[in-house]
């Protein structure tokens, strides 16, 4: 499990929030530590190798998991591998346009139990959520990388026209079309973006491995929210690696600073997608350059944060050389 730091007064505490409740915690765990294992083994997708800023989202959370949209710069201090680092930005984002991926599982098995017709309700909700400003582009996959149907547009016409030929077959290989996302939402005209996973959470013809997944996704930018198109009681006739599947997922959200949901039930779809929108309404972004000093190597973000919030969404890290305050320090030592 990611844990993200928080400091209340002179207590140190680790944030309760993500994914209460829904965790497949001992899978998540795993697809963590093989992450870590494999990390030097795995290309790194190009933005989180040598970065020349490295940008964080963020959202806090108050009481109930409620998003704080009043948060102070003073509130926030950042952290990379525990020390502290001076952010130049500080911008709240709140009801700033997004831009949506919307990345859709159209393989055989969504065929099955009405799950397609459950992922089109929630893209749906999502177009039906649409602000000013925001733009969205639909890529589909099953067995091969991910193709893009819908490019990036203002118009949700053009991607309810599209879902409406999406005809589902094949096998599932979600690990190789999530694995081109990221690099693929930098299309999207807005400083705020999130990645929406529409699929049933089975993958059965992945050239890559969960390893290589995680690996891949370390220090992406962009926040992943996947959506098991499942019913959340749903566990009794899964095999383990079913299971380990929507673990992944969810260890996948956590890594990038966002959350996986389970549903396929109209009021579930709706809840999910509208806590998605309401999160990524609620962002912030603080950042700092790098200095180009030391290895490029993966450093790990903490925030600690004032006592009123009760957790927080961040992504995990970076990969990049040290950052201005460990640079300044290590520097201190050799004189």
Request: hydrophobic share 45%; net charge neutral; glycine share 8%.
């Amino acid at each position: 499990m990611i844990a993200v730091t928080l400091q209340v007064g002179n207590r140190i505490k680790t944030a309760r929030v993500l994914n209460d409740g829904m965790r497949t915690r001992l899978f998540a765990a795993l697809a963590l530590i093989a992450s870590v294992a494999f990390a030097q083994d795995v290309p790194h997708v190009e933005e989180s190798v040598s970065v020349g800023y490295v940008m964080i989202p963020f959202t806090v959370l108050g009481e109930q998991g409620v998003p704080i949209t009043d948060l102070r710069k003073g509130e926030v201090r950042l952290l990379i591998d525990g020390k502290r680092v001076p952010s130049d930005m500080f911008e709240k984002s709140q009801n700033a346009p997004v831009s949506f991926t919307i990345l859709l599982d159209a393989s055989g098995s969504m065929a099955l139990a009405g799950k397609m017709d459950a992922a089109r309700a929630a893209i749906g909700a999502l177009l039906a959520h649409r602000r000013p400003g925001d733009d969205f582009s639909l890529f589909v996959f099953a067995e091969s990388e991910a193709r893009e149907v819908v490019p990036f547009t203002e118009n949700p016409g053009q991607i309810t026209h599209a879902l409406a030929e999406v005809t589902p077959y094949g096998k599932t290989a979600f690990f190789d079309a999530l694995s081109t996302m990221p690099e693929r939402s930098r299309l999207g005209k807005n400083p705020s973006r999130a990645i929406i996973l529409l699929s049933d959470g089975i993958d059965n013809a992945s050239k890559l491995t969960r390893a290589d997944l995680a690996g891949l996704l370390q220090g992406v930018a962009v926040p992943i929210y996947p959506l098991g198109i499942r019913d959340q009681r749903e566990q009794v006739g899964h095999s383990k690696e079913e299971l380990s599947d929507l673990g992944l997922l969810d260890a996948v959200a956590t890594l990038t600073g966002g959350k996986m949901y389970l549903g396929n039930e109209p009021q579930q779809i709706a809840l999910a997608v509208a806590a998605i929108e309401k999160d990524l309404r609620a962002q912030y972004l603080i950042g700092f350059a790098p200095t180009g000093q030391g290895a490029v190597k993966y450093r790990r973000i903490s925030l600690q944060l004032d006592s009123r919030v009760h957790g927080v969404r961040v992504r995990a890290g970076y990969f990049g050389t040290e950052p201005p305050l460990i640079a300044l320090n290590r520097e201190r030592k050799k004189s």
